[in-house]
């Protein structure tokens, strides 16, 4: 093992505690008053909060980079901010993996690991979350041959309600893992996580427009023809934008976006039109066909070739809401059409695309892909818009469907409901009530979802 080389933080001299103020998500759905923040910099700071939190009767909620649109990293006890504890502390050259802090944001992955020529095998489709943020709910990219950030987890590092410091890998409690790897922050404090990384690569991206029904007819066959595979659909069109990108090895040439064109496909179209777009809408909901339409003209017709990150990733401006469901691959074409259905008996206009990707079946318990390859639909409204009515239809046609929701995105589901939709519902309560028999990690969300 390579020896660590930084681990971010604030000087020790900063007070660990600090009043609590007002926590929002980033889609604005969820507000919470913590009594308390903890900015912690050391494991031992992290167990003396956990303790402080048992002796004063709190709840403790670590929280990451508060991108989940459910209330899944809400507390009024104390807020745990682990940004202090962010950065590379190991590497193992030979295994390619990397042990990095908890609060280590996904876009700081990319300078840590390029000195190694390492890199995250998939990624979703934005860099602002923190690893255990984005392992803890079941983050995802899309292809039918890879798995969400949670499967390539191999160790972690846990400090639980006891206030002890948990180790969790192949080697040690290694019945956890499947546990911890997706763990909905319900099992304790993650100080530390290695991922099992790949050599980098490069991206060849071609984004192109073409035909809802035979892109939906041939979802499967798609997804598994090229690496990773996704299409956007915009509500009352014709035509879906389609993305393929094939992995190339990290030396192959570099074709990328340059910086004028990324910044008017990026910042002007993607971004700015979409944030027009969805405002005008807004006030005059019968603009939208139109808008959509003319959107698929002008949007995603393009190759390029870039780091990995860079073509997984790109910068989301505009404010929206989403849901997101995991069906069985085969249910994807009944899923869009029933959504698009849907959408023409309300004549409800829908100003954002909805969004369909692919995933290989993996076997952390609470995975939205355990034991089955998956495919991704995800619906999304603008912050001005009401995304209640739409949002509670589209589940009732997902969970038909057998469908699992997103952790971090908005449902309306239950344990009682969401414990026959996964074998491991029983398992992954027990290793809870093993690890946290009193709940101090607890909060609203995790009480619905978990039950008490
Ligand atoms: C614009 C946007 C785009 C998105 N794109 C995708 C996508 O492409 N694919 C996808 O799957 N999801 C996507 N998401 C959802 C997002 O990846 C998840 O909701 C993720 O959990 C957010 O990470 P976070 O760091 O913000 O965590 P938070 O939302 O802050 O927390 C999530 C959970 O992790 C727990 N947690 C955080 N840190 C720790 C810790 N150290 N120890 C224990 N528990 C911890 C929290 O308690 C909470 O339970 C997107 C969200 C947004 C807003």
Not at 47 to 67: N, S, Y
Not at 93 to 120: C, D, I, K, Y
Not at 411 to 428: G, K, T, V
Request: glycine share 8%; net charge neutral; hydrophobic share 45%.
């Amino acid at each position: 093992m390579t020896a660590a080389t930084a681990r971010g933080g604030r000087t020790a001299s900063t007070s660990l505690f600090s009043p609590g103020r007002e926590w929002t998500n980033w889609g604005r759905v969820e507000r919470a008053h913590p009594a308390l923040i903890a900015r912690p910099t050391t494991i031992d700071q992290v167990v003396a909060v956990v303790r402080m939190a048992r002796d004063r009767g709190l709840t403790v909620k670590a929280v990451g980079a508060g991108h989940s649109f459910t209330a899944i990293a809400a507390t009024d006890g104390i807020l745990v901010d682990l940004s202090g504890m962010a950065g590379l502390l190991a590497v193992d050259e030979r295994l390619r993996r990397v042990t990095v802090g908890a609060g280590t944001n996904l876009s700081q992955l990319p300078a840590l690991l390029t000195p190694f020529g390492l890199a995250l095998e998939n990624m979703g489709d934005i860099d602002r979350q923190t690893v255990a943020g984005a392992t803890s709910t079941g983050t995802h990219g899309t292809g039918a041959n890879f798995r969400g950030l949670a499967a390539q987890i191999t160790a972690a590092v846990l400090v639980t309600a006891e206030g002890t410091v948990l180790h969790v890998d192949a080697g040690r409690n290694a019945e956890l893992l499947p546990a911890v790897r997706l763990g909905l922050g319900a099992l304790g404090i993650v100080v530390e996580l290695t991922i099992q990384c790949v050599p980098a690569f490069l991206l060849n991206a071609v984004e192109h427009p073409e035909g809802f029904d035979e892109v939906l007819d041939e979802f499967w066959a798609r997804a598994k023809s090229v690496d990773h595979f996704e299409f956007y659909w915009w509500p009352h069109t014709d035509r879906v934008m389609t993305k393929r990108n094939t992995r190339l090895p990290g030396d192959a040439p570099r074709h990328p976006v340059s910086p004028i064109a990324n910044f008017v496909e990026e910042r002007v179209m993607s971004n700015g039109a979409l944030a027009l777009m969805c405002r005008l809408g807004h006030v005059a909901p019968a603009l939208t066909p139109g808008i959509n339409r003319l959107a698929t003209r002008v949007y995603g017709d393009r190759e390029y070739t870039d780091y990995s990150h860079e073509v997984f990733t790109a910068p989301r401006n505009v404010r929206f809401r989403e849901m997101e469901y995991a069906v069985p691959h085969r249910a994807v074409p009944e899923a869009v059409r029933a959504v698009r259905a849907l959408i023409e008996k309300n004549d409800w206009r829908i100003s954002f695309p909805v969004e369909v990707r692919a995933a290989a079946s993996d076997d952390n318990w609470l995975s939205t892909a355990q034991g089955r390859a998956s495919g991704y639909i995800a619906v999304h409204r603008h912050v001005s818009d009401d995304y209640v009515p739409y949002f509670r239809e589209v589940e009732a046609i997902m969970r038909d469907l057998d469908g699992r929701p997103h952790w971090g995105k908005i449902h309306f589901q239950d344990a009682a409901s969401l414990a026959p939709r996964y074998e491991h519902f029983a398992n992954f309560l027990a290793a809870r009530d093993r690890l946290d028999p009193e709940r101090l990690f607890a909060n609203p969300y995790l009480t619905r979802v978990l039950g008490a």
